[in-house]
């Protein structure tokens, strides 16, 4: 059986290899692929305020202000020494976390410039919306980390 299955799995690795090998060939020859460089990472707290991070010099963390249709759940950051194209999320189980709360914990959307009630010029909105509503929920710590492409 277990025969059987080995040779199974190396059969289907190498029909997605050759299924695959186009792709990796793809674009226009002489034409350098691009990868993201880590640009900067912090641990933001619940209320906004970064309590570790590098590369963060000059970057600033708003919040839109109370009485927005979106407040809570959601942050704005500006001040990049670059543009951003991408960031990663991770929520901070540690801080923010209320079993009675719901009993689901939020989703990290991150998007590029403002959304979500921030301010024109904002580089980068963090929301930390419900997964059944889709709204900003409530105030979460989180982790970041903030890439640019680089070609």
């Excluded at 500006?78 to 709360?101: C, E, H």
């Excluded at 900003?136 to 982790?143: A, H, K, L, Q």
């Amino acid at each position: 059986m277990r025969k059987h299955l080995v040779i199974a799995a190396a059969a289907a690795a190498a029909a997605l290899g050759a299924a695959f090998a186009p792709l990796a060939s793809a674009g226009p020859p002489n034409v350098p692929l691009t990868h993201p460089t880590l640009e900067t990472f912090a641990r933001v707290n619940p209320n906004g305020h970064v309590a570790m991070s590098s590369g963060m010099t000059g970057v600033s963390v708003t919040r839109p202000p109370q009485g927005a249709i979106f407040h809570e759940g959601v942050y704005c950051f500006d001040g990049f020494t670059f543009t951003p194209d991408g960031a990663n999320v991770t929520l901070d189980n540690m801080s923010g976390a209320n079993p009675t709360d719901t009993n689901r914990l939020p989703v990290a959307v991150v998007g590029l410039g403002n959304s979500g009630g921030c301010p024109a010029g904002t580089d980068l909105t963090v929301m930390l919306d419900d997964p059944l509503t889709s709204a900003p929920v409530r105030d979460f710590g989180f982790f970041i980390s903030v890439y640019d492409i680089v070609v």
